[in-house]
């Protein structure tokens, strides 16, 4: 008896080995196809169920998944946008294949713990929805390269965010974010993330090693600086951190591939240092801040276009704009500027400048020597006359003079002088 026990303990275990092992194989990977049909009826895909990898059920006003979805067991890519669909049946995770999965606007609140089981899930869409969360398993998706968070109502991501590294696009703009997880800067490959409209009041450290992206929206959040290691984001190009309440600016130095930056409506004081060069700056957007300081230097931007000062507490041009020989586009407007000065033919590329709003009453008769300027605008200060040498604006287009102090005779005079643009008075 004892003997045909082990015997059948021993069959027993050799019968259960090849079970688990079986168990522990991975899942075969999908395959990869070539212009695969993409269906857009379930009516179609039923009558080839082995063949359907691509179905398109966007705009058909669902509210729920159908049952028959299920059915195509090699289904890759299934778009479900524009709908009105409010919870993920459990029936979807047996799509094991699904590389694209497409659910942006619809109802949805909440998301599945168990949508991890799409290990192969390359394209996650979730934008507008009614998202105040997401499960930690989010994190699991190990395949994952994009993901669209756009206009949801999430409050946090979870820590596990930081384990896609994988991940190539991340988009959350809309949510009401108040910070981020530390570990977001595990997402080396991200090459384009935005933050635009939450509530964030600061950035992790980590976040300078997100050094692949390009673009960083950060405007209309609550940042009142930004980390030391932002210097880090070598590879950007565009940066945009309008409408937040930035008093202390970043180092900039390192990011030398910038071309645009954007620090509209904050509370900057001053702007620019003796060592800061961005070769590459073509748009720098001051407006609407606090600024009475501005140390510029033509080398610091040598290939500068776009200058905006809007609405600052600039009281004379800054000594340094007249240096930015590659400057075209100038706005100056709704500042305490009293003056024009003779160094303003300096800027021989100018093709618009905006002075309007300031407290000018003297305008220098060298501003004639702009012959590329096509558009002035001089409204609302307190100019009594012109002198001939404006003559010289031989393609100007339009000149803005209206609420100045102008008298008749004066008026005469300037029409004289240009007769080729449009007037305003």
Do not use: C
């Not at 049952?67 to 289904?75: A, I």
């Not at 008093?247 to 060592?275: A, V, Y």
């Amino acid at each position: 008896m004892r003997i045909f026990s082990i015997a059948i303990i021993i069959t027993g275990s050799l019968f259960i080995n090849p079970i688990s092992l079986h168990a522990q194989k991975k899942q075969k990977a999908p395959a990869v196809l070539k212009n695969p049909k993409t269906y857009r009826s379930l009516e179609e895909a039923l009558l080839n169920k082995k063949r359907v990898y691509i179905l398109n059920l966007d705009g058909n006003k669902l509210t729920t998944i159908p049952d028959e979805v299920f059915k195509f067991k090699n289904l890759q890519e299934l778009y479900l946008r524009n709908n009105s669909i409010s919870t993920l049946p459990e029936a979807l995770w047996t799509l094991p294949n699904l590389q694209k999965l497409m659910l942006g606007e619809n109802k949805l609140d909440s998301i599945p713990a168990k949508i991890e089981k799409l290990q192969y899930l390359e394209e996650l869409d979730l934008f507008s929805n009614r998202l105040k969360g997401l499960p930690a398993t989010t994190g699991n998706l190990k395949n994952l390269k994009k993901i669209d968070l756009n206009w949801n109502q999430l409050d946090s991501l979870p820590h596990t965010f930081g384990n896609l590294r994988k991940l190539t696009m991340l988009h959350l703009e809309r949510n009401r974010l108040k910070s981020l997880p530390e570990n977001i800067g595990n997402l080396k490959n991200l090459r384009e993330i935005n933050l635009y409209d939450n509530q964030l009041e600061t950035l992790p450290a980590s976040f300078g090693n997100l050094s692949l992206i390009t673009e960083l929206n950060l405007s209309k959040n609550n940042l009142k600086s930004l980390p030391e290691s932002v210097n880090r984001l070598t590879n950007l190009v565009n940066l945009n951190l309008s409408q937040n309440k930035i008093t202390k600016l970043p180092d900039f130095t390192g990011m030398k591939n910038l071309q645009k930056i954007d620090l509209s409506n904050n509370k900057i004081k001053s702007f620019g240092n003796s060592t800061l060069v961005l070769e590459n700056l073509t748009d720098l957007n001051l407006s609407i801040n606090e600024i009475s300081d501005l140390n510029l230097k033509g080398s610091s931007f040598p290939h500068l276009l776009r200058l905006d000062l809007e609405l600052n507490r600039i009281k004379s041009v800054p000594s340094g704009i007249y240096a930015l020989k590659t400057l075209e586009y100038l706005n100056l407007s709704r500042n305490n500027i009293e003056r024009i000065e003779n160094e303003i033919s300096q800027l021989e590329n100018l093709k618009q400048i905006y002075l309007n709003n300031n407290r000018i009453y003297s305008v220098s008769k060298y501003i004639g020597r702009l012959g590329n300027l096509e558009y002035l605008d001089m409204s609302d200060n307190k100019i009594r006359l012109l002198q001939r040498e404006i003559g010289g604006l031989k393609s100007l287009k339009e000149i803005h003079l209206e609420n100045n102090d102008f008298s008749d005779f004066q008026r005469n005079l300037v029409k004289k002088y240009l007769t080729g643009p449009k007037i305003y008075f």
